[in-house]
């Protein structure tokens, strides 16, 4: 089935070592987001892309980095993980033609 | 600034009981979804309303987009302890490739 997959489902890191998370998709969606979730709260919006178009929110932290080499990936590299890092990481995809995200089951990231 | 809220933040019910999640907001929005994420997973996408006025039923949810499509609500009726998770409206304005998400609702169902 067409999906959203998310790599690795848990993730654990030492403060200030390096972590990337990855998601691939097999929707061709042309947009793809990276979201930071903490507890029971909504998702925080960190970028996305519209094709090769990078749009950082303006709030998004510099130590917050992504990378889109083709349409069916795109990475979340966190440069020095702190304790307030910690949270689910979702990756989301979606097609102007088409309403609503596609979400991936997420990357648990504990920050140790 | 929020774009979007959603309210109760928290609901517990009983098993068998109705309940309604609003979602307001004093933006217009060319279409609007619902998701539920349950814990430890992304969310999932429930239904999205593009008219404005329009009623979506499915199964023991009903949804609604208000005729000025700046508000949604979502009724559950008899609800099931599968129903527990967190609720999430969002909403897509006429430009950008951006869904802006609610506060968010979090639903107990207690058996």
């Known amino acids: 089935d067409a999906m959203v997959i998310q790599n690795p489902r848990y993730q654990v890191t030492q403060f200030g070592k390096p972590v990337t998370l990855s998601c691939s998709q097999t929707?061709?969606?042309?947009?793809m987001y990276w979201y930071q979730q903490k507890s029971s709260q909504a998702p925080k919006l960190l970028f996305h892309?519209?094709?090769?178009?990078?749009?950082n929110e303006a709030d998004t932290p510099d130590n917050f980095q992504s990378r889109r080499p083709n349409t069916s990936f795109c990475f979340l590299d966190i440069r020095s993980p702190g304790l307030g890092d910690a949270a689910m990481y979702l990756c989301a995809t979606s097609s102007r033609t088409v309403y609503g995200y596609t979400f991936g089951s997420g990357t648990r990231l504990t920050v140790v | 600034t929020q774009l979007l809220e959603q309210s109760p933040q928290f609901l517990s019910i009983q098993e068998g009981e109705n309940l309604t999640v609003y979602c307001n907001s004093s933006s217009v929005f060319s279409s609007l979804q619902w998701y539920r994420q349950e814990p430890g997973e992304g969310p999932v996408l429930l239904v999205t309303?593009?008219?404005?006025?329009e009623v979506k039923k499915l199964k023991r949810l009903t949804f609604q987009f208000g005729d000025a499509r700046k508000d949604s609500s979502l009724h559950i009726t008899a609800a099931q302890p599968g129903d527990t998770g967190l609720y999430l409206c969002?909403?897509?304005?006429?430009?950008?490739?951006?869904?802006?998400f609610g506060t968010g609702t979090s639903l107990t169902v207690i058996p």
């Open positions: 929707l061709n969606h042309n947009v």
């Open positions: 969002a909403g897509a304005i006429l430009t950008g490739n951006q869904f802006y």
């Open positions: 309303v593009v008219t404005g006025g």
């Open positions: 892309y519209y094709d090769k178009d990078f749009n």
